[in-house]
């Protein structure tokens, strides 16, 4: 099936790991975006991509930096990683002017 | 950024009865969309209706339709007959034409109670 892909979709780090998320997509869209949610706050864009080769900084970018080497592809990283930083984070796509395909999200813990 | 407010954090209805839940957003453009999500406790993240503001009429998804106030700035979705699959977080959410990133901004989200 066509869609966004995560993962992965639970991770628990101590304070000061590093990690990556990966987003994958099989729509051939040129936006990604990298969004957390913490309730009560809805969905904070993090990074975002509007094509290969390019990122942009979001709402919320500090502590997170992004690449998109491949069209397809929208990773996350965190290089050292904080309690605040606990959060659900969804990867999405679109093509210009459509509306998002959300992956299914990522819970990470950081203790 | 655009502000999209959400007032009601939390809203119940009976199964079968019909409820409104309200969004409200702050632009100064003319051109844009605005959208509601549902989120279901499996996480996912569904489209559940669409509204280009350029159109008066406003968009109907079966059960589901929206008040559309463009002078107000007011964006309600309601749920009719509702049912017990319905009960989820609503995220209402705004997008900019002019917008070159293609971003939407989040309210922070109605979570809605279906009571049988």
């Known amino acids: 099936n066509a869609g966004v892909t995560q993962t992965p979709k639970f991770r628990v780090l101590k304070t000061g790991q590093s990690m990556t998320l990966l987003c994958a997509q099989d729509m051939n869209h040129e936006y990604m975006y990298w969004y957390r949610q913490d309730p009560g706050m809805g969905l904070r864009l993090i990074h975002y991509s509007v094509g290969e080769g390019t990122t942009a900084k979001g709402e919320v970018p500090d502590g997170y930096n992004v690449s998109r080497l491949k069209k397809q592809n929208f990773l996350l990283g965190l290089e050292s990683a904080a309690p605040s930083q606990t959060s659900v984070y969804f990867c999405?796509?679109?093509?210009w002017g459509g509306g998002y395909t959300f992956g299914s999200g990522t819970r990470l813990t950081v203790v | 950024a655009q502000t999209v407010t959400q007032s009601q954090p939390e809203m119940s209805v009976q199964e079968a009865e019909t409820v409104t839940l309200s969004c409200t957003y702050d632009?100064?453009?003319?051109?844009?969309?605005l959208f509601w999500y549902k989120q279901p406790p499996s996480r996912q993240m569904i489209l559940v209706i669409r509204?280009?503001?350029?159109?008066?009429q406003n968009a109907t998804e079966n059960r589901f339709s929206v008040n559309f106030q463009k002078a107000a700035k007011s964006f309600s979705l309601k749920i009719s007959d509702s049912q017990l699959g319905d009960a989820a977080m609503y995220f209402c959410?705004?997008?900019?034409?002019?917008?070159?990133?293609?971003?939407?901004?989040f309210g922070t989200g109605t979570s809605l109670t279906v009571i049988p």
């Open positions: 632009t100064s453009e003319s051109d844009y969309y």
């Open positions: 959410a705004y997008r900019s034409h002019q917008n070159t990133g293609n971003q939407f901004y």
């Open positions: 509204q280009e503001a350029y159109k008066q």
């Open positions: 999405a796509s679109s093509a």
